[in-house]
């Protein structure tokens, strides 16, 4: 049997310890391509690059046993994942893991997430494809309680595989024992007081992104957010489609 080949990305670029995490996770279950941003990417969902020209670069692999290689890309994780497909890997991968993720992608920010578009990506060519985030974005964060769920969750998915159009969002509680997982919706929720006002030496105001996430159904004991607070991990089920099938005919009564 040919050995699973694994698709690594993330959005806080190559640097970043959760990419290194996950790939020694990773390479335990399959041969590792990281291909990850030059630079931190967050909060890029979707975009990938049109007008700019992309550099692909790549990495000493020493830290690893020896069937990862490593690769960074100059641009955002969509177009890693392309250039991935397009020019990088040797065959198609049997799985897309993303992140671990430095912060939380749970309730609203699986909209913005660079991390989640990248899984996106990849869900939307047919390859089974996970995120996996903590609620930490300290560069220090401590991973530990999260690795046998992202070991586990990766094994259960090369194994059995994921629903057609399916790909999954993982966050991890930080700095807690991990109590258990459960797989839920992502909550609805909003962010408040999202970028605060500074004044720069020449007098002229900018801005910077700031915030709390507000969950806005605290008691719906089926969201991430309301189990995360209780010091569980969650799994969304997540599909790129995001037609509203069920509102096609009150569209159309709308509009005649």
Same mark, same amino acid.
């Given at each position: 049997?040919?050995?699973?080949?694994? +698709?690594?990305?993330?959005?806080?670029?190559?640097?970043?310890? $959760?990419?290194?995490?996950?790939?020694?996770?990773?390479?335990?279950?399959?041969?590792?391509?990281?291909?990850?941003?030059?630079?931190?990417?967050? $909060?890029?969902?979707?975009?990938?690059?049109?007008?700019?020209? +992309? =550099?692909?670069?790549?990495?000493?692999?020493?830290?690893?046993?020896?069937?990862? =290689?490593?690769?960074?890309?100059?641009?955002?994780?969509?177009?890693?994942?392309?250039?991935?497909? *397009?020019?990088?890997?040797?065959? %198609?991968?049997?799985?897309?893991?993303?992140? @671990? &993720? *430095?912060?939380?992608?749970?309730?609203?920010?699986?909209?913005?997430?660079?991390?989640?578009?990248?899984?996106?990506?990849?869900?939307?060519?047919?390859?089974?494809?996970?995120?996996?985030?903590?609620? *930490? *974005?300290?560069?220090?964060?401590?991973?530990?309680?999260?690795?046998?769920?992202?070991?586990?969750?990766?094994?259960?998915?090369?194994?059995? $595989?994921?629903?057609?159009?399916?790909?999954?969002?993982? &966050?991890?509680?930080?700095?807690?024992?991990?109590?258990?997982? =459960?797989?839920? %919706?992502?909550?609805?929720?909003?962010?408040?007081?999202?970028? %605060?006002?500074?004044?720069?030496?020449?007098? %002229?105001?900018?801005? !910077?992104?700031?915030?709390?996430?507000?969950?806005?159904?605290?008691?719906?004991?089926?969201?991430?957010?309301? !189990?995360?607070? =209780?010091?569980?991990?969650?799994?969304?089920?997540?599909?790129?489609?995001?037609?509203?099938?069920?509102? @096609?005919?009150?569209?159309?009564?709308? @509009? $005649?």
């Amino acid at each position: 049997m040919e050995t699973p080949l694994i +698709l690594i990305s993330n959005d806080d670029g190559i640097a970043a310890p $959760g990419i290194h995490v996950l790939a020694g996770i990773a390479q335990r279950l399959g041969d590792v391509y990281i291909v990850a941003p030059s630079a931190p990417q967050s $909060g890029m969902s979707s975009a990938m690059s049109v007008n700019t020209p +992309l =550099r692909i670069t790549e990495h000493n692999s020493s830290g690893y046993d020896g069937n990862v =290689r490593v690769f960074s890309v100059s641009g955002t994780p969509v177009d890693c994942i392309k250039l991935a497909m *397009h020019n990088i890997l040797p065959r %198609r991968p049997d799985l897309m893991l993303c992140g @671990i &993720n *430095h912060g939380s992608n749970a309730g609203n920010n699986l909209i913005y997430s660079g991390t989640m578009g990248a899984v996106m990506e990849a869900c939307m060519i047919g390859i089974p494809a996970i995120g996996y985030s903590l609620t *930490h *974005h300290s560069m220090a964060a401590d991973f530990t309680q999260a690795m046998p769920y992202v070991e586990k969750i990766s094994r259960a998915v090369i194994a059995s $595989g994921l629903p057609e159009g399916l790909c999954l969002n993982v &966050n991890f509680p930080a700095k807690v024992a991990i109590e258990g997982l =459960r797989v839920v %919706r992502s909550a609805k929720s909003h962010w408040t007081e999202e970028y %605060r006002e500074y004044t720069d030496p020449s007098g %002229r105001p900018f801005y !910077w992104l700031t915030g709390k996430q507000i969950n806005d159904e605290p008691d719906a004991d089926d969201t991430d957010l309301y !189990w995360l607070d =209780r010091n569980y991990a969650t799994v969304v089920p997540v599909t790129p489609d995001q037609t509203n099938v069920s509102a @096609i005919k009150a569209v159309e009564a709308i @509009i $005649g």
